[in-house]
């Protein structure tokens, strides 16, 4: 169970498939996922049980790298796509992390790294 990190009317989604190999179990962030909506904002467009694709945005997994950095999130957050790198909604909420690789993604947010 996953929530969405962008303001697209998504309350919970839940992961049913990971992408990068069949026999996959962990994702890590900046991956993709496909997701099934179990709670939306009352008068959304998207409607329950639709299934969506969308890229892991924070994980609550702790990272450690090299230079001595550490990441921690309290929660697992998603990033609902329509196209490719295009986002559903406007804004993200919340911080995001350097490991997120995609540069065109993010320069799509407002106020981002």
């Given at each position: 169970m996953l929530i969405p990190a962008d303001k697209c009317g998504v309350d919970i989604v839940k992961v049913f498939h990971l992408y990068k190999g069949f026999s996959r179990k962990h994702s890590f962030i900046g991956d993709f996922v496909k997701v099934?909506?179990?709670k939306v904002v009352p008068g959304?467009?998207?409607k329950k049980?639709?299934?969506l694709k969308g890229i892991l945005v924070r994980t609550k997994f702790?990272?450690?790298l090299k230079d001595g950095t550490n990441y921690n999130?309290?929660?697992n957050?998603?990033?609902l796509l329509k196209k490719r790198?295009?986002?559903r909604g406007k804004e993200i909420v919340g911080p995001t992390s350097r490991m997120l690789k995609r540069k065109k993604f993010i320069s799509s947010f407002v106020g981002s790294l």
């Open positions: 099934s909506v179990k959304n467009i998207i049980k639709s299934k702790a990272i450690n999130f309290k929660e957050n998603v990033v790198l295009t986002p």
